[in-house]
């Protein structure tokens, strides 16, 4: 019987490891059937590239796929984050699954339901247009070249790495498999093509676009009249509504031309590897930036398009913003810029694109109305050496992206960390002056609990410890860590002065729920309220309760 029964054993384990297979699979096309409501049939998974695709009858209504074919970045857990993604023909996303994941932050503290709720936001999001974490969510307008998804407090950098690996995987199989994603060939300046034009010259062979946007054309895109909008002025027959120039300026024969020799040559030396440059120049009504934009930003109102893809601009802040001082231009008055497009951006000079102008109107605090014109251009291809795409740019690492999206928060918390320092250091001599020192105490409290808990998020915990421990075991990679660089630069500090001053530099300095906790005791003894005293026998039975809890 024994000898039967381990027969009947063996046999039932191997039809289970047997149908494992086939029930993962029925399993993933019960979850692509839910990205595609409308599927008929999706097909087994093809080799290259990875995905299936997915039919309603025969019309093709896109691709599912997981990420973790194209995409091997790692979560704060230090493993992938394993998605399913839904794209369709148009690179529209129709949805994301998370089908795997390690991140200690959902499993043992928040919950995973934050992180389904994250990835919902995906939904019908168009690749063609970056996606960021963080700003206000929402779709994108005419006036905004970008698509904000709300972030998850206490979890950005699984969020920022999900976003990366989304689209990462999303753009890998759009640039394979869908029109208009697709990378043709490269196309650089002919660093040495020059011929002396002016400016009446470079307008006749399209080196320098003009357009010119009339208050009737605006008026039609908008379906009324603009009279009463704030910023319009009465109807004029001598001021178009906008009056644009623009041009690309990394050829010698138009970037020479209209910034001079020193100018061009000053360009060229800010300006990093494979980085491409445009120059706007704008007046009348509505100008391409408005009165309050923030040099070295993004315009609002002014987007680069390309196969159906918008390209981000970035001002340069060139000459410190008087571009207008180097222009040999016949014009009295206008605004002027120089915008940056990183190589990342994959803009092609040689092939056609667009450029377009988010029309914003606004007669009061509730009521505005918004239109978009796009110029169509297309550069003469002999100014131009093209190749063959070749490999992609590497893309700055995410850690380091990080770290320069918050320089100044790490600017700030590097400050307060040093004037610290400088605290315990002279303690003694400093702890004399009795009341100085309890106020600036009560004001560092309130910027540990106001700056480093509530806006940069930096509140150590149990879940930054047991995510060290994981990493430890396997695969250890630092750069998971150098993801919030707040919470890095406090756990040196805090790992640092533990040896040094012990824990009270953390526990009564830096521990936003610490300072909560005392300033609270603060306000209570300010209102009178009944203090609880526990005796001190008490205090030591009860207080490894709190690590027990934690």
């Not at 194209?70 to 230090?78: I, K, V």
């Not at 979890?155 to 199989?173: F, K, P, R």
């Not at 908008?222 to 009056?243: A, K, M, R, V």
């Not at 497009?341 to 040689?350: D, E, L, M």
């Amino acid at each position: 019987m024994t000898r039967r029964a381990s027969f009947f054993s063996r046999m039932l384990l191997l039809l289970s490891l047997l149908a494992c297979p086939t029930l993962f699979a029925q399993e993933l096309d019960a979850q692509i059937q839910q990205l595609f409501p409308k599927a008929t049939r999706i097909e087994a998974k093809q080799d290259n590239p990875p995905v299936h695709s997915v039919y309603q009858l025969d019309e093709l209504l896109g691709y599912a796929f997981e990420s973790t074919d194209y995409s091997n970045l790692q979560g704060f857990s230090g493993k992938p984050i394993r998605l399913l993604i839904g794209m369709d023909t148009q690179g529209v996303l129709a949805g994301v699954k998370v089908l795997e994941h390690h991140e200690p932050v959902f499993l043992h503290g928040l919950g995973e339901q934050p992180l389904f709720d994250f990835v919902d936001q995906y939904q019908q999001k168009s690749i063609g247009i970056p996606i960021v974490v963080g700003g206000s969510q929402g779709s994108a307008s005419a006036s905004e070249s970008i698509v904000r998804i709300d972030g998850v407090s206490k979890a950005t950098v699984s969020v920022v790495i999900l976003n990366e690996t989304v689209l990462l995987s999303a753009l890998s199989v759009a640039r394979k498999l869908l029109e208009g994603f697709a990378s043709g060939p490269l196309a650089t300046a002919k660093p040495d093509l020059y011929e002396p034009l002016d400016w009446s010259q470079l307008l006749q062979r399209d080196y320098l676009q003009h357009w010119t946007i009339s208050r009737e054309e605006v008026e039609r895109g908008l379906g009324h009249s603009i009279d009463g909008y704030l910023g319009i002025e009465p109807e004029s027959d001598t001021q178009p509504f906008t009056d644009l120039y623009f041009a690309y300026l990394n050829a010698p024969s138009i970037g020479r031309n209209l910034l001079g020799d020193a100018g061009f040559a000053r360009l060229n030396e800010e300006l990093k590897a494979d980085e491409q440059t445009v120059l706007v120049l704008s007046s009348g009504m509505y100008r391409h930036v408005p009165d309050d934009f923030v040099p070295a930003t993004s315009p609002s109102r002014l987007v680069l398009m390309q196969n159906g893809r918008a390209i981000d601009l970035y001002d340069m802040n060139f000459n410190n913003g008087a571009v207008m001082e180097l222009l040999d231009a016949p014009l009295e008055e206008g605004e002027a810029q120089i915008f940056r497009i990183k190589a990342h951006s994959a803009f092609n000079p040689a092939e056609p694109a667009g450029l377009r102008l988010n029309v914003n109107l606004q007669r009061n605090h509730l009521v505005q109305s918004s239109t978009d014109f796009t110029r169509d251009f297309q550069l003469d291809q002999a100014l131009f050496n093209i190749e063959e795409a070749q490999a992609a740019v590497e893309p700055t690492p995410i850690w380091l992206r990080m770290w320069q999206e918050r320089v100044w928060q790490i600017g700030v918390l590097g400050v307060s960390l040093i004037l610290l320092s400088g605290v315990f250091i002279w303690q003694h001599r400093i702890s004399q002056h009795s009341r100085g020192f309890h106020l600036f105490r009560a004001g560092f409290l309130l910027f540990t609990l106001v700056f480093i808990g509530l806006y940069a998020q930096g509140q150590l915990s149990v879940v930054n410890i047991f995510t060290l421990l994981l990493a430890l075991g396997e695969n250890f990679d630092i750069r998971v860590f150098l993801m919030d660089p707040v919470i890095f630069i406090l756990w040196s500090f805090t790992f640092v002065s533990l040896f040094i001053w012990g824990r009270g530099v953390f526990c009564g300095w830096l521990c936003p729920f610490g300072a909560l906790q005392e300033m609270l005791g603060w306000l209570a003894k300010r209102l009178h309220i009944r203090q609880w005293k526990i005796s001190d026998r008490s205090h030591q039975r009860l207080q490894w309760l709190k690590y027990l809890i934690l």
